[in-house]
């Protein structure tokens, strides 16, 4: 398979401007500010299909196609660089790797909105990733790529990095806008949807590292060619992101509706030491946990992994093999959404804290009858109840890990132990 | 006397504020900036920040203890953040902290006493593939096992 998003990765100095257009780059960018309309690119990306990279997968040019043009005020683009997961690091690669691949997707999407400043919000965590991008960003402004008067077309964009300062709810989007905004990072309801009302109340759009590195390609090779890879509704490659118990852990591209099994066992070198897969969580540390039979028939796409009951989300696949004590995977997951909880709807903030303390008495022998339902009770009441989408994210692991290991949290509860290892 | 940034500084807070569409979008950079010029955020920072930012010290405290990496009590000269999220943790991430624990003779929260080393748990830092894994101040160590951090602590003086 031709790679797309990786093309540039493990090249020398693929990070230096000289590199990046030595092998093509920002001529796509040329070619958008030169001679394309807006229009002509929102549609050429809407015929791609190219969808949302951050966990969501809502088709992109849609997105960009929201934003008011009669609208007077200024139009922002955010790149959403505030990657924090659990078990994803495909932003990374690209910002440390490949970081002009991204400020040009993020120049095309500005463009395409008509933005004259736009942002990449980067986690703050991310110093060797930011100090790169920042370098990036100062050759593409001497080169004239970004800056007044780009290709003398009369169009002028500035592109700031901003680092984020370590609150994983900053990667929701209207979290992220009131971030920048500098407050507290907390989410805002919707709608109105930051198309009309984002960043100071100004229409903005917030594409993912992913999405927009994809977009070079999508204008240098036309968007028949991209919509000609993947499946039906999910076009394309997509970055996965490997770790826990497998043989080789790290980002892999696969065009998708890639066989999952398949992957992981020729791909990804299976579960190393001769031991057993115990459980598989496909789309980042929100996602609900899958059992090794169920994702026999599954593809990587967001269909196939949305009908065997999870989703693909940001492709941050966390591999679990027999040793694994599936209560102390909840908690750990229970414990990461508790000190997340941004505290602002009470379901998230007092619930999550709740399904930390009950996982914890679980596992350290302390159960108590009823302790399952009751955490079920709590995520239940989580979900759909809350400003954004966390209160989805922490309600939905302890949930999955139950249904499925439900045989194992009993026994912890009965015997007053953990009875893994 | 009271805290204000040096001129170098002053001067890389009014670059920072200028290139922003608001001066309030500038508030986590100054607040970074601060961090490194006063080495942690606590109540004097905070006020001459909100006086720099034209903000109250409510205001600005409320940013401050929002975000996990702005300090506001002082911390050891070597910050170590191991990650614990799921994927160290199935990797051995605890193993890692108890070893540090160990060698340092301190608890998580806790800096030694001599100021060089503080130890913190954080969540996942996007170093998944590598696990285990722990930030120190601005580097990222991975593929992490107790010999390798016997040598990465040996060598931060």
């Not at chain 2, 034209?54 to 170590?80: D, L, W």
């Not at chain 2, 930030?135 to 003086?157: G, R």
Request: net charge negative.
């Amino acid at each position: 398979m031709e790679t797309i998003l990786l093309r540039n990765v493990g090249v020398a100095d693929s990070h230096m401007l000289a590199t990046y257009a030595g092998r093509g780059g920002y001529r796509s960018w040329q070619k958008v500010v030169e001679s394309m309309k807006p229009a002509e690119l929102i549609d050429e990306v809407k015929a791609s299909g190219l969808r949302g990279r951050g966990g969501a997968g809502f088709p992109t040019g849609m997105k960009w196609s929201f934003v008011p043009k009669d609208n007077p005020k200024p139009k922002y683009l955010v790149c959403n660089a505030d990657e924090s997961e659990p078990g994803t690091f495909k932003d990374r690669l690209l910002i440390e790797q490949d970081p002009h691949a991204v400020i040009e997707g993020t120049l095309i999407s500005a463009y395409a909105i008509q933005s004259h400043t736009a942002f990449i919000y980067i986690r703050g965590e991310m110093v060797y990733g930011a100090t790169r991008l920042e370098r990036a960003v100062e050759e593409a402004y001497r080169a004239g790529f970004i800056g007044k008067n780009i290709f003398g077309s009369g169009y002028d964009l500035d592109l700031i990095v901003h680092r984020g300062a370590g609150a994983y709810i900053c990667g929701e989007e209207t979290a992220l806008l009131s971030s920048l905004e500098g407050s507290r990072g907390w989410p805002k309801l919707k709608p109105p949807f930051p198309a009309t009302h984002g960043l100071f109340g100004c229409p903005t759009v917030v594409n993912n590292v992913e999405t927009l590195a994809a977009l070079p390609w999508i204008i240098e090779r036309g968007a028949p060619a991209y919509a000609a890879i993947g499946t039906e509704k999910s076009k394309g490659t997509k970055l996965f992101s490997v770790s826990g118990h497998i043989a080789k852990p790290g980002v892999y591209e696969l065009e998708m509706g890639y066989p999952f099994k398949k992957f992981l066992e020729e791909d990804c070198g299976g579960v190393p030491g001769g031991k057993k897969l115990k459980g598989v969580i496909p789309g980042g540390g929100s996602m609900p946990v899958m059992l090794p039979d169920e994702i026999d028939k599954v593809n990587l796409d967001y269909e196939s992994v949305q009908a065997a009951g999870s989703l693909l989300g940001s492709g941050g696949v966390i591999v679990m093999d027999e040793s694994t004590c599936m209560v102390r995977a909840a908690l750990n997951l229970s414990r990461f959404f508790a000190h997340e909880s941004c505290g602002q709807c009470s379901p998230c903030r007092e619930g999550c804290h709740w399904m930390e303390k009950i996982l914890h008495r679980i596992e350290y022998g302390q159960g108590e009858q009823g302790d399952l339902d009751l955490i079920l009770n709590i995520a239940g009441n989580i979900a759909g109840n809350t400003i954004c989408p966390f209160g989805d994210a922490a309600a939905w692991p302890p949930g999955a890990f139950i249904r499925k290991f439900r045989g194992e949290f009993e026994a912890h509860v009965a015997e007053k132990r953990c009875t893994v290892g | 006397m009271a805290l204000e940034f040096s001129p170098g500084t002053l001067k890389k807070f009014e670059e920072t504020v200028a290139r922003y569409p608001k001066k309030e979008a500038a508030m986590l950079p100054v607040l970074y900036l601060a961090q490194e010029e006063f080495g942690h955020l606590g109540p004097e920072a905070i006020e001459y920040v909100a006086t720099l930012m034209e903000q109250t010290p409510a205001r600005v405290h409320g940013v401050v203890s929002f975000y996990t990496m702005f300090n506001m009590k002082p911390i050891g000269r070597h910050h170590i953040q191991v990650c614990r999220t799921l994927s160290c943790a199935l990797c051995g991430a605890e193993r890692i902290t108890a070893f540090i624990k160990q060698k340092l003779g301190i608890e998580i929260g806790q800096t030694t006493a001599d100021g060089r080393f503080t130890l913190s748990e954080v969540e996942c830092l996007a170093s998944c593939g590598t696990a285990p894994m722990m930030q120190i101040n601005d580097e990222y160590y991975e593929n992490l096992n107790e010999d390798k951090v016997a040598v990465i602590l040996e060598n931060l003086k």
